[in-house]
């Protein structure tokens, strides 16, 4: 069993930065991909980045490339998602899972936990 818990969200003008992080605990290492999610009002949840375990795997959505940076401090338990260059269009519930990256580049990603998600709001 992982918990998973994020923290780091809010409210940010566009063109700002947050950093989100995700504190795991319990087994993390038995999941060793972790990745973020982002589900706006109405729509689905959908990836946004992934990691490995060693963090030299990474993947990106198309529309957070070049802004967004994920990475992970396996001493720490924690994976980060800086987000710079807010835009309106970023603002969702923003979810960390632990799971299991395969594919080049960790660009599959199947989640196995998931933490309760914090919210990023930009305002235009």
């Known amino acids: 069993q992982v918990q998973l818990v994020e923290s780091g969200g809010g409210l940010m003008q566009a063109g700002g930065s947050l950093r989100l992080s995700c504190a795991a605990s319990?087994?993390?290492?038995?999941?060793?991909?972790m990745g973020w999610f982002r589900q706006a009002p109405g729509k689905d949840r959908d990836a946004v980045a992934a990691i490995s375990w060693s963090g030299g795997n990474t993947y990106y959505i198309d529309s957070v490339k070049g802004r967004f940076t994920i990475s992970r401090d396996n001493a720490k338990n924690t994976v980060y998602l800086q987000m710079n260059s807010l835009k309106p269009e970023d603002t969702a519930v923003y979810y960390c899972?632990?799971?299991?990256?395969?594919?080049?580049?960790?660009?599959?990603?199947?989640?196995?936990?998931w933490g309760q998600g914090t919210q990023v709001t930009v305002s235009s």
């Open positions: 899972a632990a799971g299991y990256c395969s594919g080049s580049g960790c660009s599959t990603f199947q989640p196995a936990y």
């Open positions: 319990g087994r993390p290492f038995n999941t060793p991909g």
